[in-house]
């Protein structure tokens, strides 16, 4: 049985998307990634303002969350990876470097 020429570009189109690599992250982690500068996260059970969200300088495939509190200022550090298939979370305030979990931070938009 033969198709027709639309409908198998169809498939062909289709099998080529199936299987391309695509990030695949938790609408949780997507969050992070497209915060817009002013809104507001909760890190650790702190109310903390996004000033800034830019590329790592120093970390390949990372990104930087520069957040402001009352408490003071420091960076959430959100690194990918592809040996995990998660992200890793830090937050670094001062000389402090302290591992997150995903649910330490609570995106308020």
Known sequence: MSFPPWLQKIYHLAQRWWSSDRVRISPRERALWQLPAGCVLT???VDMELIECRPSAELPAALELLCSSQQG???LQVLSSEKKPYHQLFWCAGENRTELHVADVQ???
């Open 43 to 45: 890190i650790q059970g």
């Open 73 to 75: 200022c420091g960076v």
């Open 107 to 109: 995106v308020w938009n």
